[in-house]
């Protein structure tokens, strides 16, 4: 009885929580694949406006932020 119980507990726990926690790893990194890839287009110019946005993000974050 005790073996039925603890083992049946433990394929659940695993089923449950080790493989979901796995599985929903595995679906945020896709997710974050998929984004990135269509962020990649090739063109210096949209990547000197994003690196040019992030440098005014950080100034504009370090001037609200400043003691």
Avoid: C, E, W
Avoid at 15 to 25: H, K, M, S
């Amino acid at each position: 009885m005790t073996v039925f119980v603890f083992g049946h507990g433990s394929s659940l726990i695993d089923t449950f929580i080790v493989d979901g926690a796995v599985n929903g790893l595995a679906f945020t990194a896709g997710a974050a694949s998929r984004l990135f890839r269509r962020m990649q287009t090739g063109f210096v110019q949209n990547y000197a406006l994003v690196m040019g946005g992030g440098i005014v993000l950080i100034a504009a974050i370090y001037l609200f932020l400043k003691p």
